[in-house]
């Protein structure tokens, strides 16, 4: 493993198996901290797989309510070192949440929204079947080339009865399925009556 692969990092570490222990050169996943940041104010700090972070941004904002469109947003731009994700919403009213709560998700989430209130149900005549589900399953475990390279990592998936429609993989499973909602986003990809899997 070259260590070029975005998302890895090489490293040496020991197989045993039964009553043999060998060096192996392999990898592991890669994980840092991407600020993200509406109108120039600091949004959020998350730790992040190194990929998609405009998709991150933007998912994230869409999913907590910030943002209703990708039609509100002027420019997304990451830094050079991928650290920084910039946000610009065509509106300057933006101001930051002043109280943002800590999840229990995998090394702990953060949300804007106060889990204690009560949102509407999700309205949809959608449906679909075991198989499909199991088919969409398949395309999940083949869209997560970072998990089959070293394990370690997450995959979410939006589809349809036909197939992929967007694929992401994190460290955190709450960050997969914001990119796939960035992913949504950028591409114009309703994802109403469509389903979203991610590993578990």
């Given at each position: 493993?070259?260590?070029?692969?975005p998302?890895?990092?090489?490293?040496?570490?020991?197989?045993?198996?039964?009553?043999?222990?060998?060096?192996?050169?392999g990898?592991?996943?890669?994980?840092?901290?991407?600020?993200?940041?509406?109108?120039?104010?600091?949004?959020?700090?998350?730790?992040?797989?190194?990929?998609?972070?405009?998709?991150?941004a933007l998912?994230?904002?869409?999913?907590?309510?910030?943002?209703?469109?990708?039609?509100?947003?002027?420019?997304?731009?990451?830094?050079?070192?991928?650290?920084?994700?910039?946000?610009?919403?065509h509106?300057?009213d933006f101001?930051?949440?002043?109280?943002?709560?800590?999840?229990?998700?995998?090394?702990?989430?953060?949300?804007?929204?106060?889990l204690?209130?009560s949102?509407?149900?999700l309205?949809?005549d959608?449906?679909?079947?075991?198989?499909?589900?199991?088919?969409?399953?398949?395309?999940?475990?083949g869209?997560?080339?970072?998990?089959?390279?070293?394990?370690?990592?997450?995959?979410?998936?939006?589809?349809?009865?036909?197939?992929?429609?967007?694929?992401?993989?994190?460290?955190?499973r709450?960050?997969?399925?914001?990119?796939?909602?960035?992913?949504?986003?950028?591409?114009?990809?309703?994802?109403?009556?469509?389903?979203?899997l991610?590993?578990?």
């Open positions: 493993m070259d260590g070029r692969e998302g890895l990092m090489p490293y040496t570490y020991w197989t045993v198996q039964d009553d043999r222990a060998e060096l192996t050169e990898g592991v996943i890669e994980e840092m901290l991407v600020s993200l940041y509406v109108n120039g104010q600091e949004l959020a700090t998350v730790m992040s797989s190194p990929l998609d972070q405009e998709a991150l998912g994230f904002m869409y999913n907590e309510g910030v943002i209703d469109s990708l039609d509100e947003v002027r420019l997304v731009q990451a830094n050079v070192a991928r650290t920084v994700v910039d946000v610009f919403l509106r300057t101001s930051p949440p002043r109280r943002m709560i800590l999840t229990s998700g995998c090394g702990g989430g953060i949300t804007l929204q106060r204690s209130e949102y509407p149900a309205e949809t959608y449906a679909t079947e075991p198989p499909i589900v199991l088919a969409r399953m398949r395309d999940l475990q869209a997560a080339r970072l998990y089959q390279a070293v394990r370690g990592v997450h995959t979410a998936v939006l589809a349809n009865t036909t197939g992929l429609l967007a694929a992401a993989e994190d460290v955190g709450h960050n997969a399925v914001d990119k796939i909602a960035g992913k949504a986003l950028q591409a114009g990809i309703d994802t109403r009556n469509n389903m979203i991610t590993s578990g």
